[in-house]
């Protein structure tokens, strides 16, 4: 069972998209729509039918842009100020005017949204400002109708193939470098374009649970995919935004304030009162979550005890069947009833996630990233609090603008030394017969990764975090060894979340400022400084190998904020008004 | 270093007198995004899905796509 096989198959193709999840089926589906005779290949770690965050679908779209109910205008101006300023606007501004397009598309492949009496989308408010959030009420078939897309449309699939690296030559993309999770076999694919979506970095953080299986995302999204742009020679921005997110404790699955606040719910402390103004996840309202969890009326609670029983019945019919089925097994276990108590909640270990935050790998309003020809979408791509919908629709912008780059385009030249080097690399744990096995490893970052690098950020304590994480890592390479095919997929895990965190320790130790509440939250640099700090972070591969760092200057906003506005989001806590005593 | 083989309850578990392994069905270990399911052999030579790796993440494809409801998964023992 999982034997390791010796073997290399060498395959050529248009364009490649990597990652089966949610942007890589809409990017390969659109990829062959614009140039039907394109040899597309969608490759999978997992399985395309159940793959990436969504395996189980989705309860809602959290960032609906529809006609009558919200502007492309508002909304970018909604997220520049919930990201605290630091974001190029015509990516968002350009997902805000064209999501539409793909909610109908979406409802055209079977996937329902939430209509109210009048037949028009019931679009609920959780925003600080506008109103954006469409439930759906049979968003468990979202897998199913995209696979049933990707059948009909004849997509080349490939699953079970992790792609490890990406080639480069003549200053291009040229393909990429897979190694089969179940033979270990090699697969190199020449590309003219590669799209990568290929997730969160969620296993990067230790769950409070110790459980490495128990993340807030799948931990299947290991964020390999930051590790493969970062050695491509991309530009990843702001990964010192980290993703940190509330959730029911232990559980570690969101509490979905997404979907009981519009009924009613909402999040309260120990006392059970309010103390957040809106529910909508950002930097700020995270950190004023930390601050309820360590002060004395913590910890956190949802409440939902108050509701009439229909009301709760009908957040438990969505909570249960869509995105993390699994909560409602979960609360029988604890003999906790959303009518009868409050539901303890915590907050997530660390990740990095554009879907909730902004960090990632850097795109522009066409999905390119700073490497000719290789793109990037959904929540590995920099475009801020794109969600669902933001991966389907950067999904979109990648798959049509690399079908018309690899358009009467040559496959690039490359130095056939690159796939030498990596078979080295990655077979190198398969030839040891003692060592450490990967488990051990990833469980001492991760605990690392906790210890030294989670807010508040403390640079002495991050410095401490790199020489620890250094050691982690010559053992890594020296010394951590896999008995089977399964095990060395694990293997090439740690080493992406080790890349990782020693991205994020280097990307927070730059930015000598706070910003984005709690995300990055720096003890010794209090508050936001504008005057050398309102810029990108950019990440990249320096000349001599290491991890280089340099501002870049944000574009010009296409859409005004005002001074007034700009504020809108810092003030997250809840003033109750003061009792009138006679 | 030496190796030691520590003992895990795992979260999935498979009814061997419903599932259909020894009629080719791997519906299970196929739509796992882990990939922790694989087809193991009984002793009385029937085969049969089996957890084999603990990386769950309780996420349920398996449970729900099973076409006999041979699977059940339950939360993970250390956040139960």
């Known amino acids: 069972?999982?034997?390791?096989?010796?073997?290399?198959?060498?395959?050529?193709?248009?364009?490649?998209?990597?990652?089966?999840?949610?942007?890589?089926?809409?990017?390969?589906?659109?990829?062959?729509?614009?140039?039907?005779?394109?040899?597309?290949?969608?490759?999978?770690?997992?399985?395309?039918k159940r793959s990436g965050a969504i395996c189980m679908g989705m309860d809602g779209l959290n960032n609906a842009v529809i006609p009558g109910y919200a502007t492309p205008e508002q909304y970018t101006k909604e997220i520049t100020i919930a990201n605290d300023g630091i974001v190029d606007q015509e990516a968002v501004f350009r997902y805000a005017s064209e999501c539409y397009e793909v909610i109908q598309e979406l409802d055209s492949f079977g996937i329902r949204f939430q209509k109210d009496e009048n037949g028009e989308f019931d679009v609920k408010k959780v925003h600080h400002i506008g109103t954006y959030v469409l439930p759906m009420p049979n968003g468990d078939t979202v897998k199913k109708a995209l696979y049933r897309q990707l059948r009909k449309a004849r997509?080349?699939?490939?699953?079970?193939?992790?792609?490890?690296?990406?080639?480069?030559?003549?200053?291009?993309?040229?393909?990429?470098?897979?190694?089969?999770?179940?033979?270990?076999?090699?697969?190199?694919?020449?590309?003219?374009?590669?799209?990568?979506?290929?997730?969160?970095?969620?296993?990067?953080?230790?769950?409070?649970?110790?459980?490495?299986?128990?993340?807030?995302?799948?931990?299947?999204?290991?964020?390999?995919?930051?590790?493969?742009?970062?050695?491509?020679?991309?530009?990843?921005a702001n990964l010192e935004c980290y993703q940190i997110n509330p959730l029911i404790k232990d559980y570690n699955g969101p509490a979905c304030a997404y979907v009981a606040g519009p009924l009613g719910g909402y999040t309260a402390n120990g006392d059970g009162d309010r103390f957040i103004e809106c529910d909508y996840w950002s930097g700020q309202m995270m950190q004023e979550f930390y601050d309820e969890l360590q002060s004395g009326k913590g910890p956190v609670f949802l409440k939902l005890n108050h509701l009439a029983e229909e009301t709760v019945s009908e957040i438990e019919r969505v909570l249960h069947i869509v995105e993390r089925p699994s909560r409602g097994m979960f609360h029988e276990g604890r003999g906790t009833d959303y009518r009868k108590q409050m539901i303890e909640m915590h907050i997530s270990e660390i990740g990095f996630c554009s879907g909730h935050s902004a960090s990632g790998v850097f795109v522009d309003e066409n999905a390119r990233t700073s490497v000719a020809g290789l793109y990037a979408a959904g929540d590995m791509a920099n475009v801020p609090h794109n969600y669902m919908l933001g991966a389907f629709t950067n999904g979109c912008f990648a798959g049509k603008d690399a079908a018309q780059y690899a358009l009467n385009l040559d496959f690039a030249k490359f130095d056939d030394e690159q796939i030498e080097l990596e078979k080295?690399?990655?077979?190198?744990?398969?030839?040891?017969?003692?060592?450490?096995?990967?488990?051990?490893?990833?469980?001492?970052?991760?605990?690392?990764?906790?210890?030294?690098?989670?807010?508040?950020?403390?640079?002495?304590?991050?410095?401490?975090?790199?020489?620890?994480?250094?050691?982690?890592?010559?053992d890594m390479e020296n010394n951590m060894m896999v008995s089977n095919s399964h095990e060395l997929m694990r293997a090439l895990e740690v080493s992406s979340i080790i890349d990782c965190a020693e991205m994020a320790a280097v990307a927070s130790l730059y930015r000598t400022e706070s910003r984005w509440g709690l995300y990055h939250n720096r003890v010794e640099?209090?508050?936001?400084?504008?005057?050398?700090?309102?810029?990108?972070?950019?990440?990249?591969?320096?000349?001599?190998?290491?991890?280089?760092?340099?501002?870049?200057?944000?574009?010009?906003?296409?859409?005004?904020?005002?001074?007034?506005?700009?504020?809108?989001?810092?003030?997250?806590?809840?003033?109750?008004?003061?009792?009138?005593t006679s | 270093?030496?190796?030691?083989?520590?003992?895990?309850?795992?979260?999935?578990?498979?009814?061997?007198?419903?599932?259909?392994?020894?009629?080719?069905?791997?519906?299970?270990?196929?739509?796992?995004?882990?990939?922790?399911?694989?087809?193991?052999?009984?002793?009385?030579?029937?085969?049969t899905a089996r957890m084999t790796y603990d990386e769950c993440w309780y996420c349920m494809p398996c449970q729900a796509d099973c076409p006999t409801k041979a699977v059940t998964v339950s939360i993970p023992y250390l956040l139960k």
């Open chain 2, 1 to 47: 270093m030496p190796l030691a083989e520590t003992l895990t309850s795992v979260p999935v578990v498979i009814d061997d007198d419903k599932c259909i392994a020894n009629k080719g069905c791997t519906v299970c270990v196929d739509v796992c995004p882990l990939d922790v399911l694989r087809i193991v052999d009984l002793a009385d030579g029937t085969k």
């Open chain 1, 155 to 236: 997509i080349n699939i490939s699953n079970r193939f992790m792609a490890t690296r990406l080639l480069t030559g003549e200053g291009r993309i040229a393909g990429a470098l897979c190694v089969n999770t179940r033979t270990a076999e090699f697969l190199v694919i020449k590309a003219k374009a590669v799209i990568m979506c290929m997730g969160a970095a969620g296993r990067l953080g230790l769950p409070t649970s110790g459980y490495l299986y128990g993340t807030y995302e799948n931990p299947v999204n290991s964020g390999d995919g930051y590790a493969m742009a970062y050695h491509a020679g991309a530009d990843l």
């Open chain 1, 424 to 474: 080295q690399r990655v077979l190198a744990p398969t030839k040891r017969s003692d060592g450490i096995p990967p488990n051990q490893i990833e469980y001492k970052i991760r605990r690392l990764v906790n210890d030294y690098l989670q807010p508040p950020k403390v640079t002495r304590k991050m410095e401490l975090g790199l020489t620890r994480l250094a050691e982690a890592r010559d």
């Open chain 1, 1 to 48: 069972m999982d034997d390791i096989c010796e073997g290399s198959t060498t395959i050529e193709c248009d364009v490649l998209v990597i990652g089966g999840g949610t942007a890589g089926p809409m990017a390969a589906l659109k990829a062959k729509k614009e140039n039907p005779d394109a040899n597309i290949v969608l490759l999978e770690k997992a399985n395309v």
């Open chain 1, 525 to 580: 640099y209090e508050g936001k400084n504008n005057e050398d700090w309102f810029c990108h972070a950019i990440l990249s591969k320096g000349k001599n190998g290491d991890y280089s760092m340099r501002k870049k200057a944000i574009k010009p906003y296409v859409v005004d904020i005002e001074e007034h506005e700009a504020s809108a989001y810092d003030n997250q806590r809840f003033v109750a008004e003061e009792s009138v």
